[in-house]
C-alpha cells in the first residue's frame, strides 16, 4: 500500500513537470474520446443576486472578490477568487486532474462561501450560492486537448 502510495506520487510529480498532461488512467476514463495530453480549465461568473445569474437588467451587479470553492464527491479540491465582474477560474493544476473523473461524471460543483450579504446587505448572509459544474467543450490547440467547463445555474443552499 504505501509503496503503491509512492508510486502515485511520483507519478503525480512527473505529470506536474508535464504542464499537468492527463494520467493515463484519467485518459482512460474519458472512454477513448480524447487522444493525447489534456488540460482541465473550470471557469464562471458570479452576479450579486440571490441566484447568482447575470440577470436581465443593468441592476444586476458582479459578486467581487467573493471566494469561490471546488469541491467534487463531497472533497474540497481547491479555491479561487473572483474578479471585479465576478468572473472565476480554476486554472489547471494537480487538484483539478486528480478530479477529472469526478467532473466528467457531473460530481463536482462550486460554492460561493462568500455571503451574499457581502455584497449586497439586504441578501442572506447565512445561505451560500451553488452550482453544478459542466463541460462546455474541448478544444484541441497545438496537440493538446483543453477541456473547458463552467458553472451551471447558481442556488441558494
Ligand atoms: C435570478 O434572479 C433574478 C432576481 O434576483 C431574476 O430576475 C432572474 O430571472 C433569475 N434568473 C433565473 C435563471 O432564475
Ligand atoms: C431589475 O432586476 C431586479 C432584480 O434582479 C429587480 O428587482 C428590478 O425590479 C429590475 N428592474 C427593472 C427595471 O426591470
Ligand atoms: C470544505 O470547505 C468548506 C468551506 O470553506 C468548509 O466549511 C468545510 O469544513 C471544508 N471541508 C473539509 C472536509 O475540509
Known amino acids: 500500500m504505501a509503496m503503491l502510495i509512492k508510486n502515485k506520487n511520483m507519478a503525480f510529480s512527473l505529470i506536474l513537470m508535464c504542464l499537468m498532461v492527463v494520467s493515463p488512467m484519467a485518459k482512460a476514463q474519458l472512454g477513448g474520446l480524447l487522444s493525447g495530453p489534456s488540460v482541465i480549465n473550470i471557469q464562471g461568473a458570479v452576479m450579486c443576486s440571490i441566484n447568482g445569474s447575470v440577470a436581465t437588467n443593468a441592476t444586476s451587479i458582479p459578486f467581487a472578490g467573493a471566494r469561490v470553492l471546488l469541491q467534487c464527491a463531497g472533497q474540497n479540491i481547491t479555491t479561487t477568487t473572483t474578479d471585479a465582474n465576478g468572473v472565476f477560474s480554476f486554472s489547471p493544476n494537480l487538484a483539478l486532474l486528480n478530479s477529472l473523473s469526478a467532473l466528467l461524471s457531473s460530481g463536482c460543483r462550486v460554492i460561493v462561501t462568500t455571503p451574499l450579504s457581502a455584497c449586497n446587505a439586504n441578501l442572506p448572509t447565512n445561505s451560500v450560492l451553488m452550482a453544478t459544474v459542466n463541460l462546455a467543450g474541448t ?17 441558494l443552499i
Open 139 to 155: 478544444i484541441l490547440t497545438g496537440g493538446i486537448n483543453i477541456l473547458q467547463f463552467v458553472n451551471g445555474l447558481f442556488r
